[in-house]
């Protein structure tokens, strides 16, 4: 059972704005930053968003993250179809010596 | 470009060490702030931290394999290597490595993944 809890699943149509949720604790997403992974079938994940909102060179602004709180969101505006893939948000948290633990993804679906 | 290509034997038996390793190229892993890491994910599942290293300081590991689990850097040959003791059905996962930062859920960079099969 993952720490972070996200979605299992979400969709839209292509166009539409999409919003993932991933919600955490005071010891890693209150006191630290998040991360969100894209991830394809058979492939490894790929750096999406990093200290909450900032982009990697090469990721569309149609991507975008904030945090408050204990939670985080990741936003998807004009969803296109090579956007269906499987996304996982990520944080450290500061228990037993500080780990890195992930939320147990979000399927997006373009419908 | 930094690349990162895991590398060791393509099945475990039942109770074994499963040993991997991770080479670096291009530069060093000694150089930057960066910490190496490894993740795993079984087919059809999520992401696991398994644990992440630095070549001067601490190593952090998931609590939860900690018992089982060695990570370790050989600065000579530029790779950083994953030990499992005792593995069982369930330790069968694609593992990656990637490239991290201190006290930060952030891997830049991304090996292809080997699948490593736990089976008798």
């Known amino acids: 059972q993952s720490v972070l809890t996200q979605p299992p699943s979400a969709s839209g149509t292509p166009g539409q704005r999409v919003t993932i949720s991933c919600s955490g604790s005071?010891?890693?997403?209150?006191?630290?930053?998040v991360t969100w992974y894209q991830q394809f079938p058979g492939t490894a994940p790929k750096l999406l968003i990093y200290?909450?909102?900032q982009r990697p060179s090469g990721v569309p602004d149609r991507f975008s993250g904030s945090k408050s709180g204990a939670s985080a969101s990741l936003a998807i505006s004009g969803l296109q179809s090579e956007d269906e893939a499987e996304y996982y948000c990520a944080s450290w948290d500061d228990n037993l010596n500080g780990h890195v633990i992930f939320g147990g993804g979000t399927r997006l679906t373009v419908l | 470009q930094v690349q990162l290509q895991e590398s060791g034997p393509g099945l475990v038996k039942p109770s074994e060490t499963l040993s991997l390793i991770c080479t670096v190229s291009?530069?060093?892993?000694?150089?930057?702030?960066?910490?190496w890491g490894w993740i795993r994910q079984p087919p059809g599942k999520g992401l696991e931290w398994i644990g992440s290293?630095?070549?001067?300081?601490?190593?952090y590991y998931n609590p939860s394999l900690k018992s089982r689990v060695t990570i370790s850097l050989d600065m000579s040959k530029n790779y950083f290597s994953l030990r499992l003791n005792s593995v069982t059905a369930a330790d069968a996962a694609v593992y990656y490595c990637?490239?991290?930062?201190?006290?930060?859920?952030?891997?830049?960079?991304w090996g292809q993944g080997t699948l490593v099969p736990v089976s008798s």
């Open positions: 290293v630095y070549y001067s300081g601490p190593v």
């Open positions: 291009p530069g060093s892993i000694t150089s930057g702030p960066y910490y």
């Open positions: 990637a490239r991290g930062q201190k006290n930060n859920s952030m891997f830049d960079y």
């Open positions: 200290t909450n909102s």
């Open positions: 005071y010891s890693n997403i209150g006191r630290n930053t």
